[in-house]
């Protein structure tokens, strides 16, 4: 049962309560008590090595804690933390965890370190394909704070689930470190591995979550490493500082990822999003809704329009189906980028007006709009651009999170 229930890189681009899947499914919400919701998320890949990144989820650890550090969207009274094994294939053994406010690197702030345990007890065994989630544990964080979630594994591992390209610098010490408040011992590692959640049991005025579905531009966008200025970050502070109800804000984001197919040149740009809707966006608790951009390397695959309209048809009458409201994000610009011929441009010129056009989503999110030249639609602007004419900097991060509507998100109760 999925818990909803219960509970940088650039790729070739690189009145009456409705509860629906992903909804709170006590009174809690109705009542004005607080809830559990889904402050942070990250999609997951197999463990592989990477070329280019020092990650080491490929070979897997042994004997060693990974502190991976996590900007929460929306703050709550307490947390649980989702570990995952979702690609493993045996068995990991979790021998200690931990979570904790972030003071500066990987130094925790004194007195806010809780050790994590699993139906009472400090170890845990996840199964290959499975996940843990922790028991609830008492610690209020604010909303847009940083918390650090070590994971100590015996290992040996084998390969690892993680996220690997994060903007994000993260944290690896040899033993158990997990209940360490100094980050004395440990060493740098770009890569979250071995957790995919964090939950906060938050107030009323934050209702659900809205899951941001992607690849790259979404993941990362080639923005500011450890500043969090990735869209769905500036989203979230948007939500955040609105009257009234709002929203937390999951990033489902991966970087390379691909709509309709899984990537030839490497597993870690992850299985395509129509093969991951129901782990990254129909788990997410208390999910409300979901906002897809993804495309433009489907388009760098010589993906056709009718075939990338097929797919956004799939994931909408999907997610529909969960009881969920979807809105389809044009795909930015990419002219002048490694993607750009004339074939493609047509492509992404027509799903482009399908998406502005055909109704089929809840409502329409013009990133391209939002960021392209003004008389050239097919170029980012250059206070955009973060320089490879694809993925938009932390201005056009920015521009992107200020073009959602913010009354189209259902934050009623």
């Known amino acids: 049962m999925s818990r909803r229930r219960g509970l940088v890189a650039a790729g070739v681009a690189v009145a009456a309560i409705v509860l ?14 607080a809830h559990w919701v889904a402050a942070w998320g990250a999609s997951s890949v197999v463990g592989t090595p990477i070329p280019f990144s020092s990650c080491p989820a490929g070979a897997g650890l042994t004997d060693q804690t990974v502190r991976n550090v996590i900007h929460l969207s929306a703050g709550g009274s307490s947390v649980r933390v989702r570990l995952s094994n979702a690609f493993g294939t045996r068995s990991v053994q979790v021998g200690h965890a931990s979570i904790a406010l972030q003071a500066a690197n990987a130094d925790a702030v004194p007195g806010t370190l809780r050790e994590l345990t699993f139906g009472g007890r400090s170890q845990v065994t996840m199964a290959a394909g499975g996940h843990a989630l922790s028991d609830p544990v008492d610690l209020p964080v604010p909303a847009l704070s940083t918390v650090l979630v070590s994971v100590y594994l015996p290992g040996p591992t084998g390969p690892l689930t993680n996220h690997p390209f994060t903007a994000q610098g993260n944290f690896l010490a040899s033993g158990d470190a997990t209940l360490s408040v100094s980050g004395t011992g440990y060493a ?3 890569c979250w591995m071995a ?17 941001a579905l992607g690849d790259s531009i979404t993941d990362t966008a080639n923005t500011t490493g450890n500043a969090n200025r990735r869209w769905p970050d500036a989203l979230a502070r948007r939500l ?24 030839p040149d490497g597993d870690f740009w992850g299985v395509p999003a129509l093969a991951r ?3 990254d966006v129909f788990a997410q608790t208390g ?14 695959f010589d993906a056709t329009a009718d075939q990338l309209i097929a797919g956004y048809q799939q994931v ?24 750009d011929t004339p074939q493609r441009r047509q492509v992404w010129q027509e799903v ?26 097919f170029t980012l602007r250059p206070e955009y651009d973060s320089g490879d004419h694809l993925h938009p900097n932390d201005a056009g991060c920015q521009a992107m999170a200020d073009a959602v509507p913010l009354h189209l998100l259902p934050t009623r109760p």
């Open 20 to 33: 629906v899947p992903g909804s709170v499914t006590t009174p809690g919400t109705a009542a004005g008590r």
């Open 188 to 190: 740098d590692t770009p």
């Open 195 to 211: 957790v995919d959640g964090v939950d906060v049991k938050a107030g009323p005025k934050v209702t659900g979550t809205v899951v």
């Open 240 to 263: 955040n500082a609105r009257h009234g109800n709002t929203l937390s804000v999951v990033n489902a984001g991966l970087g390379g990822n691909r709509l309709l197919e899984p990537r």
């Open 277 to 279: 809707l129901e782990r």
């Open 287 to 300: 999910v409300r809704a979901v906002i897809l951009l993804e495309g433009v390397n489907d388009i760098g």
């Open 316 to 339: 909408i009458a999907q997610t529909r189906a969960q009881g969920l409201r979807i809105f389809g994000g044009t795909i930015t610009p990419f002219g002048g980028s490694f993607v």
């Open 352 to 377: 482009n007006a399908w998406i502005r056009t055909s109704g089929a989503f809840d409502g329409m999110i013009d990133f391209a709009a939002a960021t392209a030249l003004p008389d050239d639609p």
